[in-house]
């Protein structure tokens, strides 16, 4: 009624900041793209300015099925993350397993490729320009892959031992923004070494 | 000074452990393991300070070499190592290692925050850098690799590119510097992202973005800049190894590779990192200013915005270091508007500082009177960066004395005595003694002296016609008595550098105490003990406007009654 007293609602919001964990990682994200866009300007920038052979055209060939992998290991890490959200840790593994392979595949993928080229195609690192720089930049992103595959592992071991449970859901999916990262780097590596440069 | 009615829970003194030698051991395993930001800070300082003399040393024998024409003090193998080291060391091994210090030991003070967002990983930053500068200068020993090829680096801070292939660079002279800079660049970038980190997601409760002190404002655009900024040298870097160590051919003319390419690479790191350098000088001056002339600062918003500004408006600049190089006339334009633009903000801050001044109570203490000779200093470097930013004056004077002086200007005149400023302003806090004002002054105005005696100078010899980096010159050209008064000048710096380190030194030992709150300040660095108890705060504080201690201080005349 009239005359109960004005309540006022409560006086401030909650005081909440960003997770620092997503922070630190969004940090790395950037600090690792200005990396990538370095190499991908030296790469495009020397795109048909080798002096010698060989040239794109004649010895890559169109990884399409390393690129499903990859690709499709973002959405299993998702996958994976949400299980552990809602605690349904046997799930989690499952997808997570799923990563850690199709990760695997991608990096034996890129290993066959080089081995081909740098023995049926006589491409290395040393042979011209687009060698230096496409060894350069497909293995710098191959790197970051290995990195994250490392610590794919080590969650899967520690998950094995049942020491990730739903209170890291916020580790793993800060974890998992990496692994995006790296297939969205992917896409891009992939768009101007296979398809523009090509 | 009303400080020590401030109601701030205090901090419990912890016990010393006793005896010698022991005693000795468990402090240095304490400094070893430790992750305390404000330990770190102040090994990120003193590791700083290490390197300083080195540079300085540096210096001092260029400047000797250089004193009278066809002197022969160094052979010209060993004044391009000098130089090279010089520059090397001061930008990623003095200057930037300080500022990380101060931002380390500082920004978590300032928002109220225990430590910062990541302290193992501000532990491993601080290695990785230390470490890069050993590593550089670990060179002189072991740089050595072929046939007395060499030893310390000497291919220009800048390393152009083909001076860094195999061929010119034999050895592993090269090699040292390059892994140096990865090395420490990775730990800057780990310094970035914690200050980012820290400032985002570590404030005290109610301290909103727009209440924080500006010189977080300003680490956070420096941390962010930092991410950017590092990672393309690191990039180069790799590459230069992919060249010298892979026969890659990135930088290899004869393969159709590009030198220019190395050229936009290493400025596009070059010339951020200059902000890099700067911002938090600004944050230094933008803490001191007010309070010796208690006032608030002038401008506030319009000085967080000039800062992020000059972050995003400094990432477009690089190309005005190579104008020389032969661009097309709009990438010319391109690049003196947008190095005409950045002046703007830069310009903002200057007048926001006179603002913060204008009528105040100034009070002509040591870290004031560092910040006054900050703000001429700088505002002179602005100018003569202005004149090398357009293009047809630079095509005269690029890579002469003049953009030595300028830049010098930049680096000693500006940021260097807001430095120094910064150390006579938070000493007391890191130490809980004084500095001692005498051996203040004589530092002040010895190096104002000798400063204004080198660079002033150096802009003479510039426009007649002196190059840098040349190993000596001939009779006559007119740059004799000049090179003997830029001498002179560095004798005075040297006098008033070391006036600053004994201070240092003394100062620890035998200063006046100082309570928590010395000069009477504002943020809340000053409501915890000095030093600062391991927690820093017992009780996490909670904030109501940008100058909580102000708060605390009038209660009947709070500053969030007007914000």
Redesign the interface.
């Known amino acids: 009624m009239s005359t109960s007293p004005a309540t006022f609602p409560a006086t ?1 919001r909650p ?1 909440t ?4 964990r997503r ?2 990682m969004f ?2 994200i ?3 793209s ?2 990538f ?3 991908l300007v ?1 790469y495009i ?2 795109i048909g ?3 010698t052979g060989p040239t794109p055209r004649q010895v890559l060939e169109i990884p399409i099925f390393n690129t499903v992998c990859l690709l499709s290991s973002s959405l299993t890490i998702h996958l994976a993350v949400r299980a552990l959200q809602r605690g349904k840790t046997a799930t989690f593994k499952l997808f997570w397993f799923l990563t850690l392979a199709l990760g695997a595949i991608f990096l034996f993928g890129t290993g066959r490729e080089w081995h081909r080229l740098i023995y049926s195609a006589g491409l290395t ?2 042979t ?2 687009f060698g ?2 496409y060894y ?1 930049l497909v293995g ?1 992103h191959a790197f970051h892959v290995l990195a994250g595959l490392l610590g794919l592992t080590i969650v899967m071991l520690l998950a094995l031992a049942a020491k990730v449970t739903e209170e890291h859901t916020e580790h793993v999916d800060v974890f998992s923004l990496y692994w995006h990262f790296v297939d969205v780097v992917w896409v891009v590596v992939f768009t101007t070494v296979y398809v523009v440069g090509r | 000074m009303s400080s020590n009615s401030v109601p701030i829970p205090d901090a419990i003194d912890s016990t010393k452990p006793t005896s010698g030698e022991a005693w000795l051991l468990e402090a240095l395993h304490e400094w070893v393991i430790t992750v305390d930001h404000k330990k770190l800070g102040i090994m990120y300082i003193v590791a700083g300070l290490f390197f300083l003399l080195l540079g300085g040393l540096e210096a001092v024998i260029i400047r000797i070499q250089l004193l009278v024409p066809h002197a022969q003090f160094v052979s010209p193998e060993v004044f391009n190592r000098m130089f090279t080291m010089h520059g090397t060391t001061m930008i990623f091994f003095v200057i930037m290692l300080i500022l990380f210090g101060f931002g380390v030991y500082l920004v978590p003070l300032m928002i109220g925050a225990r430590d910062m967002a990541f302290p193992r990983l501000n532990a491993w930053g601080f290695w990785m850098s230390t470490f890069g500068g050993l590593l550089l200068y670990f060179s002189f020993v072991g740089g050595d690799g072929l046939y007395g090829a060499g030893t310390a680096p000497d291919v220009g801070w800048w390393a152009y590119a083909p001076l860094t292939s195999r061929a010119f660079s034999p050895g592993h002279s090269t090699d040292y510097w390059t892994v140096a800079l990865l090395v420490s660049g990775f730990g800057s970038v780990a310094i970035g992202a914690n200050l980012v980190a820290t400032i985002l997601s570590m404030r005290c409760p109610r301290m909103t973005l727009a209440r924080m002190p500006l010189l977080c404002w300003l680490y956070l655009v420096m941390g962010a800049l930092l991410l950017f900024t590092i990672t393309p040298l690191t990039a180069a870097q790799l590459m230069l190894m992919v060249d010298r160590y892979l026969g890659g051919h990135f930088f290899d003319t004869q393969a159709g590779g590009s030198a220019v390419l190395w050229m936009h690479f290493f400025w596009i790191f070059g010339h951020p990192e200059v902000y890099v350098l700067v911002l938090p000088a600004f944050g230094f001056v933008s803490e001191i200013v007010p309070v010796f002339s208690r006032k608030p600062i002038f401008g506030y918003p319009i000085m967080v915005a000039a800062t992020v500004g000059i972050g995003f408006i400094s990432l477009s600049v690089w190309a005005h270091h190579i104008f020389t190089m032969g661009m097309a006339s709009y990438s010319n334009a391109f690049f003196v508007l947008t190095t005409m633009a950045i002046a703007v903000p830069t310009g903002i801050k200057i007048f926001n500082w006179l603002g913060t001044m204008w009528g105040g109570k100034i009070r002509y203490e040591l870290p004031m009177l560092f910040c006054v000779a900050f703000l001429f200093q700088f505002l002179v470097a602005g100018l003569t960066g202005i004149m090398l930013g357009s293009a047809p004056f630079n095509w005269q004077l690029n890579n002469s004395y003049f953009v030595v002086a300028h830049f010098h200007y930049v680096i000693v005149g500006g940021i260097l005595f807001a430095i120094l400023g910064a150390f006579y302003y938070w000493y007391p806090k890191m130490t809980g003694r004084l500095l001692n004002q005498t051996l203040g002054l004589w530092n002040f105005w010895l190096l104002l002296i000798g400063f204004h005696l080198t660079f002033d100078f150096m802009h003479f010899a510039g426009i007649l016609g002196m190059v840098r980096r040349i190993y000596t010159y001939e009779h006559g050209r007119g740059w004799e008595f000049w090179n003997v008064v830029i001498g002179v000048g560095t004798l005075f710096q040297v006098l008033g550098l070391s006036c600053f380190v004994f201070n240092l030194v003394w100062s620890y030992f035998q200063g006046r105490p100082a309570d928590r709150d010395p000069w009477d300040g504002w943020t809340l660095e000053w409501a915890t003990a000095s030093p600062p108890p391991e927690y820093n705060f017992s009780v996490l504080p909670e904030v109501k406007s940008a100058r909580p201690l102000w708060d605390l201080k009038h209660p009947e005349d709070p500053d969030w009654k007007y914000q």
């Open positions: 401030e005081w900041l960003p997770s620092r922070v630190g940090c790395l950037a600090a690792e200005a990396i866009v370095i190499f030296a920038f020397y300015k080798s002096l690192i040393s011209n320009l230096t720089t350069s710098l």
